[in-house]
């Protein structure tokens, strides 16, 4: 027969062995992340999990807290997944590469696990997940080294198919032969591949959005970059600096606004991550050439000093020792 269904809940635990053990179970699950419960007094999380052959099944509820993987440094190895996530109940606010995202009950949100990302979840949400190994992808030609963050819907067409099918493969998988459990998994695949597709070939298409996504793909990529521009990215891509002004600015934004804010948000992470790497290090690394103008845009960004977070997690490093 295949797997049980594996339940954990960290009712009952200290706070701190609450962070710790939801924690460790989403490392089980999917690699390493890191757990913030938000200022919140308690983490009350409860998982059940269950696979059917190489895919994992779950379903989450969790108080309000904040789940990141941030650490650029760590190899794409570590997390070699496609999470599919089917929110039920609450909001939740992903951010990944600059975008950032709303996910209401009724969305479906597919995203590169290797990349690294936080979801806030300001209340109790509710969500099921698939995780899908990257190979199973690959080997039906779909384009995970290139796969932005897309939103899709489950409330009605393929989405809607593919969540139905999901709740059946979670209530039916102890009852599955390991033969059965992998021609489950083969269709479940492809039935989750149908909205993906969809919104792959969007990205093959030579319209704004698409042109959007490869704009939005490059600058990911050359981030690190000092001399990034629009010039770089227009030649790149085959179009005008013209045409880029115009899908940035119908999105609210400049191409600078984008690629700066992209910039500092990673900075942010670093710097609260990282307590052993100095500001003007951190800056460096991602593209900016002065200090001043890092600490300026920075504060005028996030409403305080990079210093303050600098000092507070060297602080924090010097308590732990």
């Given at each position: 027969m295949s797997d049980t269904v594996r339940s954990l809940s960290t009712s009952g635990l200290s706070p701190k062995?609450?962070?710790?053990?939801?924690?460790?179970?989403?490392?089980?699950?999917?690699?390493?992340?890191?757990?913030?419960?938000?200022?919140?007094s308690s983490l009350e999380g409860r998982v059940n999990y269950t696979t059917v052959s190489r895919l994992k099944l779950c379903q989450i509820e969790a108080s309000q807290h904040r789940v990141g993987h941030t650490d650029w440094r760590v190899r794409s190895s570590e997390h070699p997944y496609i999470k599919i996530h089917f929110q039920t109940?609450?909001?939740?606010?992903?951010?990944?590469?600059?975008?950032?995202?709303?996910?209401?009950?009724?969305?479906?949100?597919?995203?590169?696990?290797s990349c690294p990302h936080t979801i806030e979840s300001p209340m109790l949400t509710r969500h099921d997940v698939v995780i899908v190994p990257k190979e199973l992808l690959r080997e039906r030609g779909f384009?995970?080294?290139?796969?932005?963050?897309?939103k899709l819907s489950s409330r009605a067409g393929t989405g809607r198919i593919a969540h139905e099918?999901?709740?059946?493969?979670?209530?039916?998988?102890?009852?599955?032969?390991?033969?059965?459990?992998?021609?489950?998994?083969?269709?479940?695949?492809?039935?989750l591949l149908l909205p993906l597709r969809e919104a792959d070939r969007m990205f093959d298409r030579v319209g704004?959005?698409?042109?959007?996504?490869?704009?939005?793909?490059?600058?990911?990529?050359?981030?690190?970059?000092?001399?990034?521009c629009i010039d770089q990215i227009s030649a790149s891509l085959g179009c005008t600096k013209r045409y880029l002004?115009?899908?940035?600015?119908?999105?609210?934004?400049?191409?600078?606004?984008?690629?700066?804010?992209?910039r500092l948000q990673h900075c942010r992470q670093e710097l609260e991550t990282h307590a052993g790497k100095t500001i003007t290090?951190?800056?460096?690394?991602?593209?900016?050439?002065?200090?001043s103008h890092f600490s300026r845009v920075f504060r005028k960004y996030f409403g305080i000093v990079p210093s303050s977070i600098h000092k507070a997690q060297h602080s924090a490093?010097?308590?732990?020792t």
């Open positions: 062995q609450q962070v710790q053990c939801w924690s460790d179970t989403l490392t089980d699950l999917c690699g390493r992340f890191d757990i913030d419960p938000l200022e919140a109940y609450g909001t939740s606010y992903f951010e990944q590469d600059g975008r950032r995202i709303e996910i209401a009950p009724g969305d479906v949100l597919a995203y590169d696990v384009h995970t080294e290139r796969m932005s963050a897309c099918f999901v709740h059946a493969a979670f209530d039916e998988a102890t009852k599955l032969s390991p033969n059965s459990a992998a021609g489950v998994a083969e269709s479940l695949i492809d039935l704004p959005e698409a042109m959007y996504i490869r704009a939005q793909a490059f600058i990911r990529e050359h981030l690190r970059d000092p001399d990034l002004h115009m899908l940035f600015s119908e999105r609210g934004m400049t191409v600078s606004d984008y690629i700066w804010r992209a290090d951190v800056a460096f690394s991602w593209g900016f050439s002065s200090s490093a010097l308590g732990e």
